[in-house]
């Protein structure tokens, strides 16, 4: 069975750096793409980044602050968050894509204080 744990979140100040990873197990098949989502309280789940070969995908709103990279040995993607603001606090969550299947972690949290 596919797991992902994401570690790494925590409560930074405005203008702080975070870097989440996410590690993979139970992985059978190759992994396709691997992503990042965020949700806030009382708002939709939305894409962050993504990562599938050598392309990767932003939401505007991170572009040129976050990046995302892969270690395909260990199964692993992170997301190195740099330049941090309040509206970036939420749950962020890892997901991949294997045997035709999405596999999402459990979550951790970003807190951006002001």
């Known amino acids: 069975q596919v797991q992902l744990v994401e570690s790494g979140g925590g409560l930074v100040q405005a203008g702080g750096s975070l870097r989440l990873s996410c590690t993979a197990s139970g992985i059978i098949f190759s992994i396709n793409a691997m992503a990042w989502y965020r949700q806030s309280p009382g708002k939709q789940r939305d894409l962050v980044a993504v990562i599938s070969g050598g392309f990767t995908n932003y939401a505007d709103s991170v572009k040129g602050r976050f990046t995302i990279s892969r270690d395909n040995a260990k199964n692993t993607v992170y997301l190195q968050m740099n330049s941090l603001k309040p509206e970036d606090t939420a749950v962020y969550y890892c997901?991949?894509?294997?045997?035709?299947?999405?596999?999402w972690g459990q979550g951790t949290q970003v807190t951006v204080s002001s």
């Open positions: 997901t991949c894509n294997t045997g035709g299947r999405d596999y």
